[in-house]
């Protein structure tokens, strides 16, 4: 057992995280072209026509699953800067700065196709809808966190003022889930429920997970790729960097 968790620790330090990155990245990117093609497809040529929304429902395969991976991301942003704080680990803080943008992306996403679902449904682009305005606080936080970091040139003081940044801005993630039923809202409520099932049809729920698994398999790839980069500028001046192959040549 002590030796496993050995194992597994060798892996925070950036030295033996970058060649592990390097080979999941094309692994992840695959499952995430295939899984988000298929889904792709499920949504457009095989999921049923609403007989309430009409075709316009279809935009909730990409809506939905964005807005899960939006608030999924941020909270392992958080739990990778709590580890950065309490443990003081580069690794850390690097994981948690390259899961910013693709978790930004996700959010604006999210609104994005939100805004194209709620015109024909609510005959509005945008409402100050409770979860709405939650979700645009949540992207606010992405773009302060990666806002932050950047203007500050000291890395470790870049990462801790990040850290707490995204450890006080996860109090918006349980907002964003229980708005529908804290207050009165136009936003629909959940229809796929951990402990109430699914009140989707079987094709329309498979379609949707999915899109959510490819979205999954994406952000670990594109995440896993961004932080090889961060590792590189970081680690820039240390011997096992100015050794790599891609780097000598």
Same mark, same amino acid.
């Given at each position: ?31 995430? /072209? ?6 792709? %497809? ?31 991301? %941020? ?36 609104? +994005? ?25 949540? /992207?606010?936080? %992405? ?62 729920? +498979?379609?949707? /997970? ?5 979205? +999954? ?33």
């Amino acid at each position: 057992m002590n030796s496993r968790l050995i194992n597994w620790f060798k892996f925070s330090s950036p030295a033996t995280y970058y060649p592990l990155a390097g080979r999941l990245v094309p692994l992840f990117s695959v499952i995430a /072209l295939v899984l988000i093609g298929v889904g792709l %497809y499920m949504s457009f040529f095989i999921a049923p026509t609403d007989y309430k929304q009409g075709e316009g429902y279809r935009i909730i395969f990409v809506h939905v699953p964005a807005a899960w991976m939006s608030m999924f991301i %941020y909270v392992v942003m958080a739990v990778w800067s709590g580890l950065g704080l309490v443990f003081n680990t580069r690794l850390s803080a690097m994981m948690a700065k390259a899961l910013a943008p693709t978790g930004a992306m996700f959010a604006f996403l999210a609104l +994005w196709t939100g805004a194209f679902w709620g015109k024909p449904m609510w005959g509005a682009w945008w409402v100050w809808d409770a979860r709405l305005t939650s979700e645009l606080i949540l /992207l606010f936080l %992405y773009i302060g966190f990666i806002a932050l970091q950047g203007a500050i040139d000291d890395p470790r003081r870049a990462d801790r003022a990040g850290a707490i940044l995204a450890l006080v801005g996860v109090v918006n993630i349980p907002i964003i889930y229980f708005s529908v039923k804290w207050w009165n809202t136009l936003h629909q409520g959940a229809s796929v429920s951990i402990t109430k099932g699914s009140s989707m049809g079987q094709v329309m729920l +498979w379609t949707m /997970l999915i899109m959510t698994l490819g979205f +999954w398999a994406y952000s670990i790839a594109v995440s896993l790729a961004r932080v090889r980069s961060i590792i590189l500028e970081r680690e820039r001046d240390t011997t096992w960097v100015s050794e790599l192959p891609e780097v000598r040549g």
